[in-house]
């Protein structure tokens, strides 16, 4: 049995889709209703890690849009989908920081083995501006907020921090000098796992480069970049996140077929820990499906060997 969790945006329901439509008086209880139920889900699927579904957020980058210093600017599309999020412009100095993602959690609710995703730095710095702080400084104002937002996660029990990473994957050209400034700016003397997870694009030739960041582990989505250009490489001394689960596609995957493909990795790129996750948001997808697939990757988990 390996490790299993799925972190991010999961899809609501067609009546809670409904309620934020109208603004319903009824929507807290709604979303707490629904919130309740994935959760229960990720239980009985018996994954290692238990997420908040963040059916109340509308991107990933939309709670820091509280903040004093940031302004709201156009609606911009999520690099090639259907979904869109709300372009944040940083003019200021972001002091009112550290509780912004945890206050947006329903932590009450998570059981001790719990994770959460948090947009990379740099990421974060590529699809949102500033006015005050100059293009190589943007991102490591970003690691320093968002490293204040994860101590206060870690000091509440989350041990799995997934860095959700689209834009080193997406982006052909990556200044991997200023992402690993970025990246340890978070992660050095961090009490927590951290897996970047890298999807939107193909990162089968920025792999021995993405090894040499300071996180724990490296998580990709197999649709993008095949298993057969990570196993490629060795992952000794690191974990390995490998995003089988397809958040874009309906059809569920086959158990034994993803057992085996998970068998060969690991014994060719032999990581210190190995997970299997979702390639990305389960959002994409119907609420059923959604729960269908959750309840796959916890199968598949347990029926992965052990060494």
């Known amino acids: 049995m390996i490790s299993s969790y799925a972190v991010g945006i999961y899809p609501r329901s067609e009546e809670l889709i409904e309620a934020t439509r109208k603004i319903a008086k009824n929507l807290p209880s709604l979303y707490l209703k629904e919130k309740k139920e994935y959760i229960a889900i990720q239980k009985k699927a018996k994954l290692g890690y238990v997420c908040d579904p963040l059916l109340d957020w509308d991107d990933m980058f939309r709670p820091f849009s509280k903040l004093k210093s ?85 000091r509440s029990g989350f041990q799995l921090i997934q860095l959700v990473a689209p834009s080193i994957a997406y982006n052909p050209k990556v200044d991997f000098g200023l992402l690993h400034e970025a990246l340890n700016i978070i992660t050095r003397g961090l009490k927590a796992k951290t897996i970047l997870h890298l999807y939107f694009g193909d990162v089968s030739d920025k792999i021995e480069s993405l090894l040499e960041l300071p996180v724990s582990g490296l998580g990709f989505d197999t649709t993008s970049t095949s298993i057969s250009s990570i196993k490629k490489h060795s992952f000794a001394g690191k974990l390995l996140a490998v995003g089988l689960i397809n958040s874009y596609n309906t059809k569920l995957e086959d158990k034994e077929e993803s057992i085996s493909k998970l068998n060969s990795v690991i014994s060719t790129t032999k990581p210190d820990e190995t997970f299997v996750t979702t390639n990305f948001d389960l959002q994409y997808l119907p609420k059923d499906f959604a729960v269908r697939k959750i309840l796959r990757l916890g199968a598949i988990a347990r029926g992965v060997k052990s060494e």
């Open 70 to 154: 940031v302004n709201l600017e156009a609606l911009n599309r999520i690099y090639e989908t259907n979904t869109f999020y709300r372009r944040l412009s940083f003019d200021g100095p972001l002091n009112d920081v550290g509780n912004i993602i945890k206050s947006n959690l329903v932590v009450s609710l998570l059981p001790k083995n719990r994770a959460v995703c948090v947009p990379d730095p740099y990421t974060f710095a590529d699809v949102h501006f500033s006015r005050k702080y100059k293009k190589n400084e943007f991102p490591k104002a970003i690691a320093k907020m968002l490293r204040k937002e994860i101590n206060n996660l870690v």
